[in-house]
């Protein structure tokens, strides 16, 4: 079973950048569509970002989009979220998730994913 683990979380500015990063290190991600979510403080779990098996189609929330960049490098079985001009607003918890059944496409529907990360916490503050 896979047992993800998120990292690349902390401090920062807005207007900076922060990578995180979602690996596992018993199964290979590159089957399965991977998901980025968070969940900010006193809000709702939202998908942030996901990218689909193996042909790499992307899709974004409106909110991130043109800043965030998800992407994968199967050699290193490791999914990335690149995150440029943090705006406040994106302080949360972000979890990674994997999906099987459906990898060949790419959404933000939770009930798709069946493995989720333990999560690593964004704070853009001043």
């Known amino acids: 079973q896979l047992q993800l683990v998120e990292s690349g979380g902390g401090l920062v500015q807005p207007g900076g950048s922060l990578r995180l990063s979602c690996a596992d290190s018993g199964f290979t991600l590159d089957a399965y569509a991977i998901g980025w979510f968070r969940r900010a403080p006193g809000k709702e779990r939202e998908g942030v970002a996901c990218i689909n098996a193996m042909v790499e189609r992307t899709n974004y929330a409106d909110s991130v989009k043109g800043r965030f960049t998800i992407s994968r490098n199967n050699t290193k079985n490791t999914v990335y979220l690149q995150m440029n001009n943090l705006k406040s607003e994106d302080t949360g918890v972000y979890y990674c998730?994997?999906?099987?059944?459906?990898?060949?496409?790419?959404?933000?529907?939770?009930?798709?994913?069946?493995?989720w990360g333990q999560g690593t916490q964004v704070t853009v503050s001043s």
């Open positions: 998730a994997a999906d099987y059944a459906y990898a060949y496409s790419c959404a933000f529907d939770v009930w798709r994913y069946n493995y």
